[in-house]
């Protein structure tokens, strides 16, 4: 917004009620990038009344949106005292520091809202003025404001400042490797923000807009911020440097392509679960995990001798409601892959894969005959259970249109998900029958992440594809019931042998 038409009133006015804009006026050193649209929806939350969490990828500038904030509530008398908490005090200086550096060299918003350091009437001297407690005067309020520093496991209990507590906590990145490594370090540490910090609050009957915000990129599916996810009484918003297309979030700070590039590298080195954390704020227990990361094998030339080539598909459901169909990162994929099963090692090579949110099938139709076409495989498996039956209809009508025929193997999979991934592919994985190519980034995420993921489709395809090499499954007439066992052998659906044994 140009700001050369308003006058000061309007700027102050419009300045209370946006974040960003008082930022981009008093502060454009601060953000001197075009801010995503994540930060809008970051704003809101930091400025509003409630509990909120912000877990955001690393860089994504959450620090200096809540020091900017806290300039913005002592500008408009929003607080009384501010508690910065780090993982040590050291690191909740930092704001500190931030915040003195501009009362001493900012003019435009000193001289606009007045203010100053906090004298002591009799010395003349600040009040508090050091790098863990700074005290501010609002000439235009006649207000006193403190801004504290602290370390999570600092003296924090019953802070009692000017007959004020606490009414405004920033906690930023409070968690860390070290004081989350055991489950005892977690626990000792929800113990202390839930004990000692959150009873220092002031209570809403005092202060309607007393609030914690909680900054924190994730560290363990058991930590506390994971803990604070689950909560109706915290707002937390989480923002991957991903959008639901794969596309970066914020293009002026981190181009997509530059993403993706960093994101193979950390692969390569075998270091996804850091990039996951780190930049698609997914973290992953390892002992939730059904895959081990080191069972995935890489490949860069397929091997040129006995291979079976599997088309396997994987549709969609059209969305149930508007709200899903709005938010394309809440679909699921729909999948057509191209896997090599190699006959002389007895191992799966993904070739290729196709993903689209897209409900329409006819879409999928004709990336699966444009696969057939380029690689003309043995086998074309298709899931068919319930709404996917319909992709396999609509294969048929498009192989009568134009004059090209391909046998289709249909698969009913009635069983749960996570019961076909495990029963398909952890015994292969183990075993180091499965290799991908580097640029196969989002069916390593799944693989190394699994079952702790949000989509699992490249996995449900490529299980689609180990079936049918397996001879059981295709010779049971491919309906499957309930559970089976590691390799994919129907217990119930096995016959019996005849008199005189084995062939």
Not at 1 to 7: I, K, P, V
Not at 206 to 221: F, G, H, R, S, Y
Not at 342 to 366: C, D, G, W
Request: charged letters at 30%; glycine letters at 4%; a negative charge.
């Amino acid at each position: 917004m140009d700001t050369d038409d308003l006058s000061l009133t309007e700027i102050i006015n419009l300045g209370a009620e946006d974040l960003l804009f008082f930022g981009r006026v008093f502060f454009p050193k601060t953000l001197k990038k075009k801010s995503p649209k994540v930060h809008e929806q970051c704003a809101e939350l930091i400025d509003g009344p409630d509990n909120g969490q912000i877990a955001i990828f690393r860089g994504g500038a959450k620090t200096t949106l809540t020091r900017v904030s806290c300039a913005k509530k002592a500008s408009y008398g929003e607080t009384n005292v501010t508690l910065v908490v780090g993982k040590g005090q050291d690191h909740a200086i930092k704001t500190i520091l931030w915040l003195k550096n501009q009362v001493e060299n900012n003019k435009k918003w000193t001289e606009t809202f007045k203010i100053t350091k906090a004298l002591n009437e009799d010395t003349g001297r600040p009040k508090k003025w050091t790098d863990e407690w700074i005290t501010l005067h609002n000439g235009v309020l006649n207000q006193e404001i403190h801004f504290i520093a602290y370390g999570i496991t600092g003296q924090i209990r019953g802070m009692n400042i000017d007959d004020a507590r606490p009414d405004f906590i920033i906690c930023d990145d409070i968690l860390d490797d070290e004081n989350c490594a055991t489950p005892e370090q977690r626990e000792k540490i929800k113990e202390r923000f839930w004990g000692a910090l959150m009873k220092s609050l002031c209570r809403k009957e005092e202060n309607p807009m007393a609030k914690c915000i909680m900054l924190q990129t994730p560290i363990d599916q058991e930590d506390l911020s994971m803990d604070i996810r689950k909560l109706a009484s915290w707002k937390t918003q989480v923002h991957s440097c991903f959008d639901g297309e794969g596309n970066s979030v914020w293009e002026d700070q981190f181009s997509t392509e530059s993403l993706k590039k960093e994101k193979a590298e950390y692969i390569q080195l075998n270091k996804l679960s850091v990039w996951m954390r780190e930049m698609e704020v997914n973290p992953t227990s390892s002992e939730l995990r059904l895959f081990v990361p080191d069972w995935l094998d890489d490949y860069e030339q397929l091997p040129d001798d006995g291979n079976l080539y599997i088309l396997s598909v994987d549709p969609t459901p059209p969305p149930l409601n508007d709200k899903v169909q709005r938010d394309p990162q809440k679909l699921d994929d729909a999948v057509v892959m191209m896997t090599a099963f190699n006959i002389p090692r007895k191992k799966f090579f993904v070739v290729e894969y196709h993903t689209t949110k897209s409900p329409q099938s006819m879409e999928l139709v004709a990336k699966i005959f444009e696969f057939y076409m380029r690689y003309r495989p043995q086998y074309v498996v298709v899931e068919t259970h319930l709404f996917q039956r319909t992709v396999k209809e609509n294969l048929e009508v498009h192989m009568r249109r134009t004059g090209t025929f391909f046998v289709i193997t249909p698969i009913e999979d009635k069983r749960n998900k996570f019961v076909r991934i495990k029963d398909t592919l952890q015994n292969l994985a183990s075993h180091g029958l499965i290799a991908i190519k580097d640029e196969h980034t989002e069916l390593h995420t799944q693989f190394i992440s699994y079952p702790q993921v949000k989509h699992d489709d490249l996995l449900d395809a490529l299980s689609l594809a180990t079936m049918a090499i397996n001879p059981a499954l295709l010779a049971a007439g491919n309906v499957i019931e309930g559970e089976y066992t590691n390799m994919g052998y129907v217990e119930d659906e096995i016959q019996e042998l005849s008199y005189g044994g084995a062939p």
